[in-house]
């Protein structure tokens, strides 16, 4: 890993990357390249924002998300891991692990020669000493982000430690969409998910709706979903790699008012299609194994014919 004074020799360099600091002291990272423009928080190595040129924004921010340091942000793509959603033994545990809320490291950037913006963060687990009371095995976690044309995660994971360990994560995205109530995601129909309004399994052959509330956990999908979007005439396409398992989320009015870092019509903008290991796709590493999941994000027009 760099020391910190060569990446910020590194940002002083590059014109197309900016480190700036938000409200409340929120340090974030600005990029802007040849094909987008996006911004990274460094709590959470949370990818915020993603615009290609001439697009409308790509990822859904809260108007009311908490970017305060220590708190989680109420969009873009939060990382969740190495659980998703609940702990399933102690719900006392913070919701969908505990990397999202802390300081993550800016190891490289990278100005690659097609006009690519690659930023390389890990998690340093030996600054966050109290997290041995959540997940007391050692590990390396990294998170790479390129921003080009599209957008591309990918979040490398490795059991450094002597213990078999299982694992649950998610790349959380919240998608811009012109209004949930017209859009339809199509690549999951026919999978059989998790319902968590229900809380059965449960099949659906159509396209997914999220013109109500929506928590489905699609289960042992490689597929790539399409958000369908009418009214911004465009599709959003999320293709991935090492994961089996397609979240769809909608909170909607009532679930969406009792956030107070969900902004209160919200839930009309945005859909969550989120790229994920969960339930019984959990990972299950073992010693010095690594796992890499990945997820690819683009934008193409869409008519309405
Ligand atoms: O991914 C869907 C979900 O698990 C929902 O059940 C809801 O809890 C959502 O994540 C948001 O969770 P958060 O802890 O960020 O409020």
Not at 214 to 241: C, F, G, M, W
């Amino acid at each position: 890993m760099k020391r910190q004074t060569e990446i910020q020799q590194q940002l002083t360099a590059l014109t197309e990357v900016q480190w700036q600091e938000w409200e409340g002291g929120l340090q974030v990272l600005e990029i802007n390249n040849d094909h987008a423009k996006a911004t990274i928080s460094l709590i959470g190595a949370q990818v915020l924002s993603f615009q290609p040129h001439g697009q409308q924004p790509v990822l859904w921010l809260s108007e009311t998300a908490n970017l305060q340091p220590g708190k989680s942000i109420r969009g873009g793509i939060p990382v969740c891991w190495p659980w998703f959603a609940d702990h399933p033994e102690h719900a006392e545990f913070p919701a969908h692990g505990f990397v999202r809320d802390r300081l993550w490291t800016l190891d490289n950037v990278i100005q690659q020669d097609g006009g690519e913006t690659r930023l390389c963060l890990s998690f340093p687990q030996h600054d966050h000493s109290d997290i041995t009371q959540y997940w007391p095995d050692s590990f390396a976690l990294t998170l790479t982000v390129t921003v080009g044309a599209s957008l591309t995660l990918e979040l490398g994971m490795q059991n450094t430690g002597d213990q078999i360990v299982k694992i649950t994560t998610a790349l959380h995205s919240y998608f811009q969409v012109g209004n949930a109530a017209e859009v339809f995601v199509d690549g999951v129909e026919g999978m059989r998910y998790f319902d968590k309004v229900t809380g059965k399994y449960a099949v659906d052959s159509s396209v997914v709706k999220p013109d109500q509330f929506i928590d489905r956990v699609y289960l042992d999908t490689t597929e790539e979903a399409v958000i369908n979007d009418p009214v911004l005439q465009r599709q959003i396409h999320i293709q991935k790699s090492g994961s089996l398992s397609t979240v769809i989320w909608n909170p909607w009015s009532k679930r969406a008012q009792a956030m107070a870092d969900f902004d209160n019509e919200g839930y009309r903008n945005m859909v969550c299609v989120e790229t994920a290991n969960a339930l019984e796709n959990a990972l299950v590493l073992q010693p010095g194994e690594t796992h890499v999941m990945g997820l690819e994000i683009g934008v193409t027009r869409f008519k309405v014919y």
